[in-house]
């Protein structure tokens, strides 16, 4: 099921999500919901407090990128969608890298990141498996910007007040539902 994705301005996406603490059948469809809803939207993440469930769960699937990349990038990345659930960066690499990010819920804004260019994180899949990656390229800034959801973090956070407030009306409009998206959206307008 295509689920709407909530924008900017909802205090979904600011709050810190709580431990997914059991799988079954509803986490199942959950996260058949978000893969879909993510597809749909033809992003390459989402994460579940952007479609008003306040769970540490996000879906990655960086495989509409692979075309348009040279074979040796490709072949170290995932071609399927990858589920992290109850997350934890346990590693952080020194080196970081500068790269543009979009978010679902912030349509049509781009901004220039920085951020490490290699994580490390535990977490479990889609089968409540315990598993550890280490990942780097644009794995690795897919999953730190999806990882900052769960504690209700956007990538605005992290570009300058500057940019910021260069952004101000737009995050405006967009918060009180006059931008419009070419996927489902919500937005929670203020009482
Ligand atoms: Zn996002």
Redesign the pocket.
């Known amino acids: 099921m295509i689920l709407p994705i909530r924008l900017f301005g909802d205090p979904v996406l600011r709050e810190r999500a709580e431990l997914v603490k059991r799988a079954d059948e509803d986490l199942n469809g959950l996260i058949a919901d978000m893969i879909e809803t993510m597809r749909n939207a033809n992003g390459i993440?989402l994460?579940a407090p952007?479609i008003g469930r306040n769970k540490r769960l996000f879906v990655v699937d960086v495989s509409p990128l692979l075309d348009s990349m040279a074979e040796h990038e490709r072949a170290e990345l995932p071609d399927q969608p990858l589920v992290f659930i109850n997350p934890e960066i346990t590693w952080e690499s020194d080196e970081e890298v500068e790269y543009e990010e979009g978010?679902?819920?912030?349509p049509d804004i781009m901004e220039d990141v920085i951020r490490p260019s290699a994580v490390r994180i535990a977490f479990r899949d889609a089968a409540f498996k315990r598993r550890e990656l280490q990942v780097d390229s644009i794995l690795a800034r897919v999953i730190q910007?999806?990882y900052d959801?769960l504690d209700g973090v956007?990538?605005l956070d992290h570009i300058s007040a500057f940019r910021r407030q260069i952004l101000k009306r737009k995050l405006r409009e967009i918060a009180r539902g006059e931008t419009t998206a070419e996927y489902p959206t919500e937005v929670a307008l203020a009482a």
Do not use: D, K, N, T
Request: proline share 0%.
């Open positions: 993440g994460a952007q978010c679902l819920s912030i910007h999806e959801h956007l990538f």
